[in-house]
């Protein structure tokens, strides 16, 4: 079955970075989207990136882009988040998903994902 498990999360500064990873299992990821989304405390869930498994295109909100980097690696069947310049909005639960590709193109809305990890936790603060 298809697993998503996050890891990296933990306390930074402003200014700092955290390199996140979603793990996979049960399933070929060059077939898949990943996405990674946020949820901070009070606000809905929110998209940051995401990326096409088989060409490697990705999508960033804006908020993060060009402090955020979305990578797959290979040797550890992972997709991880690389967040520099780290600020305290970043504080938030991050998430990753998994959607089949399928010739379809996919953004950062949650509903289109059907297969999410558990979360880790991000805090940002001096």
């Known amino acids: 079955q298809v697993q998503l498990v996050e890891s990296g999360g933990g306390l930074v500064q402003p200014g700092g970075s955290l390199r996140l990873s979603c793990a996979a299992s049960?399933?070929?990821?060059?077939?898949?989207?990943i996405g990674w989304f946020r949820q901070a405390p009070g606000k809905e869930r929110e998209g940051v990136s995401r990326i096409k498994i088989s060409d490697g295109s990705t999508l960033y909100a804006d908020s993060v882009k060009g402090r955020f980097t979305i990578s797959r690696d290979n040797a550890k069947n992972t997709v991880d988040l690389q967040m520099n310049s780290l600020k305290p909005d970043d504080t938030a639960l991050y998430y990753c998903?998994?959607?089949?590709?399928?010739?379809?193109?996919?953004?950062?809305?949650?509903?289109?994902?059907?297969?999410w990890g558990q979360g880790t936790q991000v805090t940002v603060s001096s």
């Open positions: 049960g399933f070929n990821l060059d077939y898949y989207y």
């Open positions: 998903a998994a959607l089949i590709s399928a010739g379809l193109w996919a953004g950062l809305t949650e509903r289109e994902y059907h297969h």
